[in-house]
């Protein structure tokens, strides 16, 4: 119900999520995971108000409002909401593996994912 709300955008919903995430001991991967879907969740969560009433919440549901909510005054909000759920999970299966690849190559973290593939060992410099 984050988004929902007018006013409680998705970066307040993981400020107040931080400190739940650590008081239950979560390891780093199942934190971020669990804000990155709250993220994604109160997102979609904004767009709600925008279509169905026209009242954008947070400055990213602006356009939703203004494509959707003529779309469910002619009775198609069912299209508006669930193209406004499709489009976030698109987006982030597109690009999630892409960005994680990246940041494990960048970290060194692939030598923990996957076999050496060359037979010749060689020091690997991190910046992380």
């Known amino acids: 119900m984050v988004g929902v709300l007018p006013g409680h955008e998705p970066i307040n919903a993981v400020a107040m999520l931080v400190p739940v995430a ?3 001991g979560l390891p780093p991967e199942s934190s971020l ?7 994604v969740g109160s997102e979609y969560g904004g767009r709600i108000s925008a279509i169905l009433l026209n009242v954008p919440g947070e400055a990213s549901a602006v356009m939703a409002a203004i494509e959707g909510y003529p779309l469910a005054r002619q009775g198609q909000a ?3 909401l669930s193209l406004a759920a499709w489009t976030p ?4 299966a597109i690009a999630t593996p892409r960005a994680a690849s990246s940041a494990m190559a960048t970290c060194g973290a692939w030598p923990r994912w996957k076999p050496q593939i060359t037979a010749r060992r060689t020091a690997i410099s991190s910046p992380c």
Do not use: P
């Open 22 to 24: 650590f008081a239950l």
């Open 89 to 92: 999970f698109v987006g982030s």
């Open 78 to 80: 069912g299209v508006a």
């Open 33 to 39: 995971i669990l804000m990155a879907a709250i993220c």
